[in-house]
Nanobody
C-alpha cells in the first residue's frame, strides 16, 4: 500500500489543521492506520491510531483533548484533526499502515508501510 500524507503548513498557536493520509494499492479497510510525529532532533513518537473499520481509535493522553483520528474508507483517506495547536506540535507528521484491521499498535516497528510525512510548523 502506498501512503501520502498532506495538509501540513505554517500555522499559529491556537489554529486547527486537518492532516490527510491518502492510500492506494490495497484494501484500505484491512489496515490499521497510525499517526506519528517527529520533531527535529527527537525520536519519532506515536500519536494515535484507528482500526480498519474506523469504529475504534486511540490517541495518546498528552494530546487526546486536541487530536482526533478518523477515516473514510470509501475515499481511502485517514485524517488527523489537530485543534488548538501549540508550538510543541511542530513536527513532521507521518501516517503508517499496519496489516490487520484491529490492533492499535504504538510501536513504529509494528507498521508495514509509511507515508513521506508532512511538516507542521506552529508559530507563536
Amino acid at each position: 500500500v502506498q501512503l501520502q500524507a498532506s495538509g501540513g503548513g505554517l500555522v499559529q498557536t491556537g489554529d486547527s489543521l486537518r492532516l490527510s493520509c491518502a492510500a492506494s494499492g490495497a484494501v484500505f479497510s484491512a489496515y490499521v492506520i497510525g499517526w506519528f510525529r517527529q520533531a527535529t532532533g527527537q525520536e519519532r513518537e506515536f500519536v494515535g491510531a484507528i482500526r480498519g473499520g474506523g469504529g475504534t481509535t486511540y490517541v495518546v493522553d498528552s494530546v487526546k483533548d486536541r487530536f482526533t483520528i478518523s477515516r473514510d474508507n470509501g475515499k481511502n483517506i485517514a485524517y488527523l484533526q489537530i485543534n488548538d495547536l501549540e508550538a510543541s506540535d511542530t513536527a513532521v507528521y507521518y501516517c503508517a499502515a499496519r496489516r490487520g484491521a484491529y490492533t492499535l499498535a504504538s510501536e513504529k516497528d509494528s507498521y508495514d508501510y509509511w507515508g513521506q510525512g508532512t511538516l507542521v510548523t506552529v508559530s507563536s
